[in-house]
């Protein structure tokens, strides 16, 4: 048995979002377990998708003792405040002290956190956390959107990605990382590592590991392991981070330093040969609803709309109205969109009541350009707390916490109104609103790609709709400022000369 430090911080970071995330971002939790510290965190990351739930599991199966540190995670948005990301490092730097000393570490981190003062905000944590350690085994977890760095690399023995998005394997990558560290433990050296970082940035809509080129990418991943390789990964990153090493890498571990160049070698070769492919069609919202409804015509499924540019997992408000405009100005029936953040709304819903009728001026706060407050008369059709359980693959037993809520009615569109950012990726977030998702026509979604780990399946089709919103699907039209020279600001696009 070993004693094993284990802790998690975890941010997005889109610097070119409205909101920075403060201390209550990390307390809200966004739809994850809310900040914490110590003993508590075995309890409520039992059974989760999320790799620190995965990694506790598996060590203790493995034999070894489990002490937690700290966790905590808010809503992707701009950067993380000094204070906020102070506070969670100081947290798992004093659990470190107060109960080592440790034979090993895990940690729960994403790999694309900017801070107000640090912008490889993982790097610079992996760095206090080892001089707090010393020369023990440390491995981490790391999301598919890493945009991952050296200095990240240096400073474990082992890193290793989520191969799936929508993040299905988000627990199954926590424990991947805790048998690496449990090998480690055990002598096998598989310390060696390198890292290849490409010259281009990928749209997160296109780096959908459902389709191609991705399909094919991570499907090849376990063939480039074996003698002298025992993990490699693909983070296309996340590209609206505007630091230096933003953008896509391949990184690999194992025993063997000259096997594992080699299959970093291969996978860099892959994925810059697949470059032009990472690209798809994008809608109008007018287009989109025009579509949908010549689509749903002939379906007995829904039409899933992706409001991508507003994805609230990607730095998005999740408040702005040009999707619904168009649903609205189409006279679309049997429909339905959320989750639209408005407190000031949601909380005058519940004023009125179910049945009545209210003037609002609903979304539109984060002040998007091209975008505004949609004014009209809506029916209240349902109120409620906000709280449920999630059931989908990405947030089963999840427990999201929504605040003060409200489903409203214009035409026949349906809204479901929240006061807390939470992706819509489950459709227990629909029916907690009382819409049946199953039975509607037309489906938005405010959200990139993790909606179709439980959407893909009752869709008839599924476009992505490009309407404002603060994370622009096409990197090249980001206002960029550090981002490394010589990058091409997407496949095949401009270069970033500085």
Known sequence: MAKIAVGGFQHETNTFAPAKAGWQAFVDGGGWPTAQKGAGILDDFVDLNIPLSGAIARLKALGHQVVPLAYGNASPSNVVTAEAYERISDWTIAELKAHGPFDGVYLDIHGAMVAEHHDDGEGEFLARVRK???????????????????EMLDRAEGMVAYKTYPHVDMAATG????????GLLKGSRADKRAIRHLPFLIPLTWQCSLVEPSKSIYAGLDKLEGPGVSMVSFS??????????????????????????????HLAEQVANAEMRFAG??????????????????????VVLADTQDNPGAGGASDTMGLLRAMVAAGAEATAIGLIVDPETARKAQLAGEGKTVKLALGGKSRIPGDAPLEADFVVEKVTD??????GPMMKNAKVRLGPSACLKIGGVRIAVSSTKVQMLDLALFRHYGIEPTRQKILGVKSSVHFRADFQPIAADVLVVEAPGPMIVDPAKLPWKKLRRGVRMCPGGPIFSG
């Open 132 to 150: 707090m350690v010393g020369g023990i085994p440390l491995t981490t977890s790391l999301d598919l959107h890493s945009n991952t760095t050296p």
């Open 281 to 302: 069609r994008l809608y109008s919202p007018e287009d989109a609803v025009r579509e949908a409804r010549a689509i749903a015509a002939r379906a007995d499924k829904p």
């Open 386 to 391: 906000g709280n449920l359980i999630g059931t």
């Open 175 to 182: 424990a991947r990382a805790a048998e690496h560290l449990d």
């Open 236 to 265: 296309p990153g996340f590209p609206a981070a505007d630091f230096g090493m933003c953008g896509p890498a391949v990184f690999a571990y194992g025993s063997n330093q000259a096997a594992v160049d080699r299959a970093a070698d």
